[in-house]
Each structure stands twice: as C-alpha cells, then as structure tokens.
C-alpha cells in the first residue's frame, strides 16, 4: 500500500519543484480545458440523431459550462502571488479536481456509447474517449501524479470496458487504448523525473548566481531584486523600509599589509557579525568589495533603526581574530528610508551612499540616516561641481602660502606650503574644504593640481635659494600615471631645483591604492623631490606607511596638540613620534601650533620644525616677499606675521581642521 501510496502522491517537499509545476500548468489550463470542451461539442453534434437529447444536449451544456467556469476562476488567480502552503494546496487541488472533472466527461462518454446504437457512432465516442484522455495526460505530462491517476482510474477502466464487448471492432480499440496507457505512463514518468531534475538544477543556478561565494551572502544583483519586490509591495500603502550601506574602514590597509587572503578572511568574519546581531525583517548582502547591503523591513521608527545600525557598527568595531593576524576595523553606515528620500532603488542607494560618505566624514565608524540636510548639500555640491567645470582656472584659482618655521634657529622659515583658493564670479570665495572634494570626485582634480603646481613653482623661483615649497597632491593624482608624468614636466619646465620641492602625500590617499601610490612616490623621489607625510596619525597604519614609503618629512596632525597643555597623554604619544622620527633620520614637523605653550612644549619635547597660526596665517604671494624682506638676510629669524583677516581666508584652514591644499582635502579625503 505504501508503494502504491508513493506512486500516486503528489510531491510536495520541494516547493521550487511546486511552484515550477504549477507555473507549467498554468500554461498548459487554456489548451486542456479548450481540447476537452471541442472534443465534447463535437461528439455530442455527431451522436444528436442517435443518442437522447439529455445526453447530446444538457449534459454536455453542463460540462461545457464548468470548463468555462473554470476557465475564469484560473484567469482571476493566475496573477494571485501564492505563499507555500497556497502553493502546495493548489497542487494537490489541480490534481484532485482534475481527477473529478475527468470521471465527469468518462460517465458521460459511457452513457453515450451505450446509447448510440450504430457502429459508426460507437466508435466515435470511443475515439473521444481516447482523444481526451490522451490529451489530458499530454497537458499534465509534468504533473506526475495526476497523469497517472488519469490513466489508471479513466484509461485503464475505459480499456478494460472495451475488452468485454462482443464487438471486435471495440476490443482492438480497447487494446490500443491499454498500449496508449503504458506508452504515456512511460512517457510522462521520464518526462516528470527530468523536468525535476531540470527545475532542481535551475534553482541551483539562480541560488547560485544571487549568492556572493566569498561570504555566502546574498550578492548585488539579488539585494537588489528584493528592494525591488518591496518597491512593488509597498507601491500603495507607502509603508516605510530601509536601504542600508556598509563600508569596512581600514580594509584596503589589511589587504595590502596582510595580503588578500587575510582580506577575505576578514569581509567573512564581517558578514558573520553582521548576521549575528541582526535579527527578523533585515537582509544582509554583500554589494562588492568590503561594501554590504543592508535592507530593513520595518523603518517606521528612526531611532530603532539607528540602533539596528550602531549594533552592527559596534560589532564590526570589535577587535576580529582571523588566521595570520589580529585586525581592527570599524565600519561606517548609511540609511536611505523609503518613501521619505525617494521610491526608486537607484535614487535610495545613491541617498544612502552619500549617508555613508557623510558618516565616514564626520561620524566614522557610526551609521548615518540621510535626511534634508543631506539633500541640501547634494544640491548645493551639484551647483558647486557645474560652476567649477566651467571656470576660467587661471584666473579664478590663486595661492596663499603658510611657513615653516625651524624654533631651533629662532624662527627661520625654511619653506612654505601652497594652499589653494578658488574666488568664483558666480559663488565668490569657496572655501578649499568644499570644492576641492567637489573636484576629487568630479576628475577635475588634475586640471587643478597642474595648473596651480606651475604657479607655486613660478613663486618660489622668485624667492632665495634656501626657502623651498611644499605643495600637496591628491589621491586622484597619486593613483594616475598621466598625472604624475605631467607633474614631473611641470618641474623639469620649472627650471626651479627639484631639492627645494616638497610633495606632501596624506595617508588617506594611500588608501585608496598603495602599491600605485609607492610608485608615483618613487617617481617623484627619483626626480629629486622630497616626499612628506601629512597629517600623520589621522590615517589607519601610520608605521606601516612610515616604514614603506621613501621619506624625508612626517608632519604630525594638529589634532595631537590640542590641549597639549593639560594632556599628558599627547606629551607622550608626540614625544614617541619625534623619537621615532630621529632614530629614522626623518624630519619631524608639528601642525597646528598656535600658542607660546604649545612651543615651548614641543621645544622641550625635542621638535624644532613647527607651522601655525603663532608664525603666520597664509599668506598672499605679495605678503610672502614682504615677510622675507624684513630678515636682512636668509638664516636671520624673521618676524611672526599675523596677515589680518581682511586679506586671506585662513579662518578657511582652520574650520577644516587643517589645511586644505591644492590638491587634496585633508579635513576629509572622500572616496572617488
């Protein structure tokens, strides 16, 4: 009984298998119900002389009608989205009143035979019967079970009927009826298996193809077929979700310091965490790289979906423990809610992209939810980037310029360093922390550096020999191998000696790719400049990059002599650096200085190169000669000037945290 139980069970285990069986059926209902309702017109026109009119008239009317009827029943639903139980229940009710409908026109057909008296119309309904059996099985040939029903509860009997008649004709009918039935079994048997296995495979393939093979999570093309589908769900009661975007801070340095098997450990070990502390109604995926997608279910409440956020933020910051090292990451979020930033996947993820940007600027290592603030500042970014593109660069950048200061030889300026600004017709002066970000992501970069580099190298030709630049390049211009050929031009045409320049790289730059980096910094170091790191200790691994990279100068971030006063811990973190430094051979300069305190702190720390507000706001190139002029002779200290406010926009500087210079943001370095 059991095995005669399985051979007739409708299998259900598999719901891809009954979702794929009841899409083919659907496909198959219009052809099925169309033979059977032909066939039973037909038959009944032919036997109308012969058989009752109840019989050729009503009860073919009969059937027709419930063909018919369900004919709109499955138009109605075909669209209907079932979850898996509806799934499984449609199934076995497809085969059920498959079965019912089947027993219904095989009555009729008997009772038609036995009242047809001649042979020729005897033979006919025995030809529809076997017209429309076989060509329910075709229509069913994927749906085992039914098909086998069919054969064995109306061929089969029908068959056997036949066999029985005292008239030969009926009897070879019969038989050919019973041969037809095993064929079809046969048939519908291999068909069936192999339509299971084509399904079993496809899905497969789709699990697959919308999975990431690295972490196991779902992949960007997937992520985004779900924000979809919830598009398409919430179309009309607007009910809110959340698109979400991660980012690994730090992960670029494992990868180059540890290799990128070591990396994919880590983005593994990330996903993992992420798993963990999320729980129902979020969707982990991974977008590419060290970037995740995260998608939120419910968004109605603002501060549960930050503190979804800062769970995951606070997980990733812990210290990961993976085979060859022991790493510290953090990881930056950003939040774009639907309907509330826009009711496209593309403008959500662009919304929660710059979430991101914002949060990895000002809120690293937190989540950030986009709101109008947001929207504000694109705008005005947008407006920023079209009046740059088309700015006469010539005439609208200029220079100021900032002093280094030696203490040890009482306040002898050994260079300056160029810092950009931009006085636009349309939006007057822009400050540096604005537009040279704007120009980063817009590739304007180039056009920028090159023109304002021939500038500071036209203004330091004109000062004394001993007074170098310092002029800072981009990451765009560390990356791009065009860039750094015409930088080397722009030198060798300068006609000014490549020992009195100065190439200030941030580590933030670096990040972006190191080995392309460490090329174009020894480049330049072959050509004869000096290379500076700036704004150590902002960046995530200062040694490493100390130890890599050809230097001559580390300048120390102002943020490290910030209450350097009443700190001791930043008394002995600058005076490891400038230990540091010294045991390298490395010149040590300290940014951000700007009182007497300060300097005597450091002086006592053992750090005699210094630049800040104490010495010299920047300064225009006019008020730089006047500055030197006032030393009767280079080597003699020269003066503290403080310019007034009127005349440069060094308050620009200082709001940026720190210099902002010609071609590099040093407040924030974004991403391309």
């Not at 099925?32 to 039973?40: D, K």
């Not at 019912?100 to 035979?113: E, K, M, N, P, R």
Request: aromatic share 6%.
């Amino acid at each position: 009984m059991r095995v005669l139980r399985n051979f007739f069970a409708v299998e259900t285990n598999d719901i891809e298998l009954v979702r794929a069986l009841l899409t083919n059926f659907n496909k198959q209902i219009p052809l099925l119900y169309f033979v059977l309702c032909t066939n039973a017109a037909l038959c009944a026109v032919a036997t109308y002389r012969e058989a009752p009119r109840g019989l050729t008239v009503a009860v073919p009317s009969v059937l027709i009608g419930i063909c018919v009827l369900r004919m709109l029943v499955w138009l109605r639903a075909r669209r209907v989205v079932l979850d898996d139980r509806q799934a499984v229940r449609r199934l076995k009710g497809v085969v059920k009143l498959g079965l019912g409908i089947g027993v219904l026109f095989l009555g009729w057909y008997f009772a038609l035979f036995e009242a047809t008296q001649s042979l020729g119309g005897r033979m006919l309904v025995l030809l529809s019967i076997a017209l429309m059996t076989s060509s329910c099985m075709a229509c069913l040939l994927h749906l085992r079970a039914a098909s086998r029903m069919l054969a064995f509860t109306l061929m089969c009997p029908a068959a056997v009927y036949m066999l029985f008649d005292p008239n030969l004709y009926v009897v070879i009918v019969g038989v050919s009826m019973l041969l037809v039935v095993m064929a079809m079994i046969v048939i519908t048997t291999i068909t069936a298996r192999d339509f299971e296995k084509m399904v079993r495979l496809s899905h497969e393939n789709t699990r697959l193809a919308n999975l990431d093979s690295l972490t196991g999570l779902p992949n960007r093309r997937r992520f985004f077929e779900c924000v979809e589908t919830e598009l398409i769900a919430r179309r009309h009661d607007r009910r809110p979700f959340a698109l979400g975007v991660l980012d690994v801070d730090g992960f670029k340095s494992v990868n180059d310091v540890f290799g990128h098997v070591t990396g994919d450990q880590l983005l593994v070990q990330v996903g993992h965490r992420m798993q963990r502390v999320v729980g129902d109604g979020v969707m982990i995926a991974r977008l590419g790289g060290d970037e995740f997608g995260i998608l939120v279910l419910d968004a109605r409440d603002e501060a549960a979906l930050l503190a979804c956020g800062q769970r995951i933020c606070a997980e990733i910051n812990q210290p990961i423990t993976l085979r060859d090292a022991v790493v510290n990451v953090s990881a930056s979020m950003g939040f774009a809610v639907f309907p509330v930033v826009g009711d496209h996947s593309e403008l959500l993820y662009e919304r929660a992209d710059y979430a991101l940007y914002h949060a990895k600027d000002k809120k690293r290592g937190q989540p950030v939810i986009f709101s109008d603030v947001h929207e504000v500042e694109i705008r005005q970014r947008g407006r920023l980037e079209q009046c740059l593109r088309k700015a006469d660069l010539d005439n609208e950048l200029s220079l100021h310029f900032q002093p280094l200061i030696d203490v040890a030889r009482g306040g002898v300026p050994t260079s300056f360093e160029a810092l950009a600004r931009w006085n636009s017709p349309e939006l007057g002066a822009v400050s540096p922390a604005d537009f040279i970000g704007v120009a980063e992501r817009s590739d304007l970069i180039h056009r920028i550096t090159h023109t304002l580099l021939r500038r500071a190298l036209s203004a330091v030709a004109t000062w004394p020999e001993r007074i170098g630049i310092a002029f800072n390049l981009s990451m765009r211009d560390l990356v791009s191998s065009d860039s750094i050929a015409t930088i080397v031009q722009i030198v060798r045409e300068s006609g000014v000696a490549p020992g009195r320049i100065e190439f200030e790289i941030t580590e933030s730059a670096l990040m972006a790719d190191f080995n392309l980096a460490l090329q174009s910094v020894q480049t330049l170091r072959a050509l004869g400049t000096h290379i500076s790191l700036d704004d150590f200790g902002t960046g995530y691994s200062s040694l490493s990059h100390v130890h890599r990279l050809p230097l001559d100068k580390i300048k120390v971030d102002r943020s490290f002599i910030t209450d350097i006063e009443s700190r001791a811990t930043g008394k002995d973190i600058l005076r490891t650096v400038i230990d540091l430094c010294q045991n390298l051979n490395i010149e040590c300069v300290v940014e951000g200085t700007e009182t007497a305190e300060q300097i005597e702190i450091l002086k006592d720390l053992g750090c005699n190169m210094m630049q800040g507000y104490y010495f010299a706001k920047p300064m225009t190139i006019e008020r730089v000669e006047a500055y030197l002029s006032r030393g009767s002779e280079i080597g003699t200290a020269l003066p503290i000037v403080v310019p007034s406010a009127s005349l440069d926009t060094g308050s620009a500087d200082r709001s940026a945290g720190a210099a902002v210079t010609v071609a590099a943001s040093k407040a924030a370095a974004s991403p391309a």
